[in-house]
């Protein structure tokens, strides 16, 4: 099975994997520092470039 | 086999999804396809042994990215096209016997923030014109599994209920000059009868039009039209409102309360919905420890609910089983 490092965030991480039927799981996991109050902080994940 | 057919007497879409009859249907606790897939246990769908919150492509699926030929070829009359879309499952909790109302609220705080990657990223396929997220809980809504879970469907139109909603709001914004989910708002707080929590940036009722008895509604104070609008400050108070109105729907008759949540946001087609305004609504159908509400003759037939209950009521009742929110850690 592919390991595909996908997002690193101030706050949320997520990495993506692949399935063997081809279908992406996503894996969420959090820091716990406190984050900035802007609109959508929550989702500023960014996909990163080793995919 | 999978496709859209559609309606021309209503004017909207069905999807057909053959596949979806095999689907896992009330697996035994230690089969749960939920759950993490520990040594020597069977593969789950998430294989790894731990996990805080996941999300997936489901098995299932009644709308793909890459979809299916239909199974039969439509006409001008009778429309038929590809079901292009998406269906994610999203884990909560790796717990099996919880639920978003027995876990804490930092957990539904993570899961806000879930559901905003979520949004940003399905609507931003070219294809997706709708991001919907909602739970099933419960046997009594048709739950095939207990695990802790809800859904997304991003599909390639507006869903005829949202379209409802939009032309409300807009017909409103047009005629009066102000958002009809604020004045819903501002008349539900000058009433107050109804309200069974309220914070900083959010506002739950059972609103005066209710179809449902314990129907509630979650309102954003803020006129914004989606989770991606939230400020980090709302998005902790939408963990605790979801937190508080769930756990006293468990509260109510001592039981895991069934319901349907269902977030509304804006559609993701790329035209202007400044008029619309984020909400969150749930159907219970319960009306009372040992009764459920039906859909029948009047609902399904014309779509015209009869509520047997008043609304100030059972806002009374529900309210009276609210309880505040505590923060275990900074998150």
Partial sequence: MEQIEISQGPEMHRRQIELPDGRYLLFFTFDTTEDENEPGTGSEVEIAANT | ?331
């Fill in chain 2, 1 to 331: 086999m999978s496709e859209l057919r559609f309606n021309p007497l209503l004017g909207e879409w069905t999807a057909t999804a053959t596949a979806r009859q095999e689907r896992t249907f009330l697996p035994p606790d230690n089969y749960c396809p939920l759950c993490p897939t520990v040594p020597g246990g069977f593969p789950t769908e998430i294989p790894e042994a731990n996990y805080d919150i996941v999300a997936f492509e489901n098995k299932f699926s009644s709308l793909r990215s890459v979809p299916e030929t239909p199974s039969i070829e439509g006409n001008e009359f009778y429309r038929v096209k590809p079901s292009r879309g998406v269906c994610e499952v999203v884990v909560y909790t790796p717990h099996h016997g919880s639920s978003l109302a027995d876990e804490p609220v930092e957990q539904i705080y993570k899961l806000v923030r879930v559901w905003t990657d979520r949004f940003r990223e399905l609507e931003s396929l070219d294809f997706v014109e709708y991001v919907f997220i909602f739970e099933n809980k419960g046997e009594a809504v048709g739950v095939t599994l207990h695990h802790p879970h809800g859904q997304i469907y991003a599909y390639p139109f507006v869903p005829p209920y949202i379209l409802k909603e939009l032309s409300q709001a807009r017909d409103h914004m047009e005629t009066q000059g102000r958002c009809l989910y604020c004045d819903v708002v501002e008349e539900e707080t000058r009433l107050s009868a109804r309200i069974i929590a309220e914070n900083d940036s959010f506002i739950a009722v059972i609103p005066f039009f209710a179809r449902y008895p314990y129907e509630t509604h979650i309102y954003s104070k803020r006129h914004l039209q989606a989770l991606t609008d939230l400020f980090a400050d709302g998005q902790r108070d939408l963990a605790e409102i979801l937190k508080q109105v769930l756990a006293a729907f468990d509260r109510l008759f001592e039981v895991p309360f069934p319901y349907i949540m269902s977030i509304h946001q804006r559609p993701s087609d790329g035209a202007n919905y400044d008029f619309y305004h984020f909400h969150i609504e749930f159907y219970p159908p319960m009306r009372s420890k040992n009764k459920l509400k039906y859909l029948a003759g009047s609902e399904a037939g014309a779509g015209m609910f009869i509520n047997d209950t008043l609304p100030e009521e059972k806002a009374a009742e529900l309210r009276s089983h609210i309880r505040p929110v505590s923060w275990q850690a900074t998150t």
